[in-house]
């Protein structure tokens, strides 16, 4: 069976991503086909980046991300619930993503987004950050409306027919993170450390 993380993308005080997330997790509880956590960055207390050695080489100093490392590596997937903030995704979410690297990699993600236009703008830019992190993104997402998925866009009360769209993302990542599972295990989803390129002739490949 696998593991996924449901992270909560905003540290905000008065933060209504903390309720959407609860909403994620209560409806895994009547699930028995993958165990499912709640991940509050905000718990972390991460700083702004502070390691001198670029996450992908994998030599974590801090003991906050030394911290935050072991509880990723615990996840087979993540369902990354996710605010849109001018356009994108919170800064927290992408700090906290950007700590970490081999932890991510050859692992599963799907996204439950809020916002004026159902967070699709953040989830589009997390898509490409994804990439980048080798992370697998599923198809299906959940895109809540703050104006008619919230009370005075506070108070959460979603459409009922997000259920649907929250019970196929589930499967999905269930599904791939089941196929990718050996994947990350097998690599012990250690990344390639980045080389620095050699100057010839020939156009250097491989810069990221
Ligand atoms: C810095 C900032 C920028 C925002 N930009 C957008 C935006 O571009 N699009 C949008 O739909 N909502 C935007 N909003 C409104 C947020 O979607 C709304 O405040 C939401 O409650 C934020 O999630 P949170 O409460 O979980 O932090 C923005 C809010 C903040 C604080």
């Known amino acids: 069976m696998i593991r996924i993380g449901i992270i909560i993308g905003s540290t905000r005080p008065n933060r209504v991503g903390e309720g959407v997330a609860k909403w994620v ?7 028995t086909d993958a165990e499912f956590e709640l991940v509050d960055i905000k718990d972390f207390n991460l700083p702004l980046l502070d390691e001198a050695i670029p996450p992908a080489m994998g030599q ?3 003991p906050h991300t030394k911290r935050w490392a072991e509880k990723i590596a615990t996840f087979d997937a993540f369902i990354f619930v996710s605010p849109e903030y001018n356009h994108g995704t919170s800064g ?14 050859n692992k599963v993600a799907g996204f439950v987004a809020y916002g004026s ?7 589009e830019q997390l898509r490409l950050i994804m990439a980048e992190l080798q992370i697998a993104t599923v198809r299906s997402q959940v895109a809540l409306s703050l104006i008619t998925d919230f009370e005075n866009f ?14 196929t993302l589930i499967d999905q990542i269930i599904s791939w993170g089941t196929a990718f599972k ?25 810069i990221h």
């Open 60 to 62: 974590y100093s801090q």
């Open 92 to 105: 927290a979410l992408k700090n906290a993503l950007d700590f970490l690297y081999k932890e991510w990699n």
């Open 182 to 206: 050996n994947l990350h295990q097998e690599s012990g989803t250690i990344a390639t450390p980045m080389k620095k390129p050699k100057i010839t002739e020939e156009r250097p490949t491989g």
């Open 25 to 31: 997790f209560d409806q895994t509880r009547k699930r």
């Open 117 to 123: 236009a159902g967070g699709t703008r953040a989830v």
């Open 154 to 167: 506070k108070t959460f009360k979603p459409a009922d027919y997000h259920l649907g769209n929250l019970n």
